[in-house]
Antibody, heavy 124, light 112 residues
Framework: EVQLVESGGGLVQPGRSLRLSCTAS????????MSWFRQAPGKGLEWVGF??????????EYAASVKDRFTISRDDSKSIAYLQIYSLKTEDTAVYYC???????????????WGQGSLVTVSS | DIVMTQTPLSSPVTLGQPASISCRSS???????????LSWLQQRPGQPPRLLIY???NRFSGVPDRFSGSGAGTDFTLKISRVEAEDVGVYYC?????????FGQGTKVEIK
C-alpha cells in the first residue's frame, strides 16, 4: 500500500525556518518524482514545487511565489522527500501536502497519491 | 500563469441524480507534445485531496465509474452520473500543462 506521511509542521515564529519531511512507503521511492502543495485554512490548493527522480536529473522547480525561500530535496536511501522553508511569513500558514508523481517518460505530470498533510502555522 | 475557472462554485444535488462541474482555462491546455494535462481531484471534508481523473478522462485506480471527465482545449467537464452520499466534498480541476501548475477555485458538492 502506497503511503506518504508528512511530518515536521507546527507553530513557528515569522522569520524562522522549518523543514517538513515526507516519508514514503509501499513503492520504489527513487523511481518517482515528488511534489509539494499547500492549502491555506479554508482556501484552495496551491502548487509549491517538485523534485524529479534521479532518472530525470533529480532537479527541483518551484512556484515563483516561493522560489527564493523554499528548497526541496530527497534522500532515496531513506525514501524521504524534504521541504525546507526559510524566512517564514504569516502567509505561509497552510497544510502542506506531499504527493507522488508517477514516471511516464516525456509525458506530463499527474499526482496520484497525497499524504494527509502537515499543518504549518506562522505566528508570533 | 494559466487561470482555471470552475462553475458552479456550489452544487446542491439530490442523491442518485447527476452532477456536472465545468472547468475553463485562460489558455489552451494542449501541450506542445499534443497531450493535455488536466486532472480532477476530490477533497472530502477533513481529508487530503484524492486524484479522480488525469489527462482529461483517465479514471485513476479505484475511482468509481460514475465519475467521468471530458473536454478539450480550454473547456473541461467532470460528471458524476449518480451522486452518492460519499461524493460530498470540494472538487478541483488542475492543469499541469504549463508551469506553474494551477487549480480552479473548487466546487462544493453537497446533498440537497
Amino acid at each position: 500500500e502506497v503511503q506518504l506521511v508528512e511530518s515536521g509542521g507546527g507553530l513557528v515564529q515569522p522569520g524562522r525556518s522549518l523543514r517538513l519531511s515526507c516519508t514514503a512507503s509501499g513503492f520504489t521511492f527513487g523511481d518517482y518524482g515528488m511534489s509539494w502543495f499547500r492549502q491555506a485554512p479554508g482556501k484552495g490548493l496551491e502548487w509549491v514545487g517538485f523534485i524529479r527522480s534521479k532518472a530525470y536529473g533529480g532537479t527541483a522547480e518551484y512556484a515563483a511565489s516561493v522560489k527564493d525561500r523554499f528548497t526541496i530535496s530527497r534522500d532515496d536511501s531513506k525514501s524521504i522527500a524534504y521541504l525546507q522553508i526559510y524566512s517564514l511569513k504569516t502567509e505561509d500558514t497552510a497544510v502542506y501536502y506531499c504527493t507522488r508523481w508517477p514516471p511516464r517518460g516525456q509525458l506530463g505530470p499527474f499526482f496520484d497519491y497525497w499524504g494527509q498533510g502537515s499543518l504549518v502555522t506562522v505566528s508570533s | 500563469d494559466i487561470v482555471m475557472t470552475q462553475t458552479p462554485l456550489s452544487s446542491p444535488v439530490t442523491l442518485g441524480q447527476p452532477a456536472s462541474i465545468s472547468c475553463r482555462s485562460s489558455q489552451s491546455l494542449v501541450h506542445k507534445n499534443g497531450n493535455t494535462y488536466l486532472s480532477w481531484l476530490q477533497q472530502r471534508p477533513g481529508q487530503p485531496p484524492r486524484l479522480l481523473i488525469y489527462d482529461i478522462s483517465n479514471r485513476f485506480s479505484g475511482v468509481p465509474d460514475r465519475f467521468s471527465g471530458s473536454g478539450a482545449g480550454t473547456d473541461f467537464t467532470l460528471k458524476i452520473s449518480r451522486v452518492e452520499a460519499e461524493d460530498v466534498g470540494v472538487y478541483y480541476c488542475m492543469q499541469a500543462t504549463q508551469s506553474p501548475w494551477t487549480f480552479g477555485q473548487g466546487t462544493k458538492v453537497e446533498i440537497k
